[in-house]
């Protein structure tokens, strides 16, 4: 079955990075982009941005700009997400989900069981 | 950006209930509205693509509807596992923008 799998929680001081990965699985890696999508504790979802997994083109949320990478290694079907200089404020659960449909007007089926990042002192 | 308005932000209900929630977009998306559910401590699920469609594996109870700005998310009949929080997510436009979600409580 289609799976997206994350990899586990991390802990990081303020004004380092965290990467995330997304183990992607059960339909044609490139055939589909990937996109992240973040949720603060007991808040709701914002998007990060997407990336193609067919030629690795990106888009990002302006909140994000400068700020974030995003990457896919084809051989291994996995999506990769770094953000750069952590604040507390980006604590949060951070998903990928593959996207169905329209390039860039399509839905987010499924996703990653997400990864808590904390960023604490 | 679009800002998709959802209502109400939470709402207590019994089983069997009919349940209506609504969502609204700052101007003209089509059809690209898609609904999630999520529960406590998952992942979001889709559950409605393209304002109308069921996604495979929900149950019929689940209806979607609307076009351009408004649109429903409606569940005819409220069973147990219904409860947890939905979240409306527009596509027509760079960048997505989700609702702010509507908890479904038990009454």
């Known amino acids: ?121 | 950006d679009i800002q998709m308005t959802q209502s109400p932000s939470s709402l207590s209900a019994s089983v069997g209930d009919r349940v209506t929630i609504t969502c609204r977009a700052s101007q003209y998306i089509s059809n690209n509205l898609n609904w999630y559910q999520q529960k406590p401590g998952k992942a979001p699920q889709l559950f409605i693509y393209s304002a109308s469609n069921l996604q495979t594996g929900v149950p019929s109870r689940f209806s979607g509807s609307g076009s351009g700005t408004d649109f429903t998310l409606t569940i005819s009949s409220l069973q147990p596992e219904d409860f947890a929080s939905y979240y409306c997510h527009q596509s027509y436009t760079s960048p997505p923008t989700f609702g702010g979600g509507t908890k479904v409580g038990i009454k």
């Open chain 1, 1 to 121: 079955q289609v799976q997206l799998v994350q990899s586990g929680p991390e802990v990081k001081k303020p004004g380092a990075s965290v990467k995330v990965s997304c183990k992607a699985s059960g339909y044609t890696f490139s055939s589909y982009g990937i996109s992240w999508v973040r949720q603060a504790p007991g808040q709701g979802l914002e998007w990060m941005g997407w990336i193609s997994s067919y030629n690795g083109n990106t888009n990002y949320a302006q909140n994000f700009q400068g700020r974030v990478t995003m990457t896919t290694d084809t051989s291994t079907t996995t999506a990769y997400m770094e953000l750069r200089s952590l604040r507390s404020d980006d604590t949060a659960v951070y998903y990928c989900a593959r996207e169905v449909g329209a390039i860039a007007r399509g839905w987010f089926d499924p996703w990653g069981q997400g990864t808590l990042v904390t960023v604490s002192s």
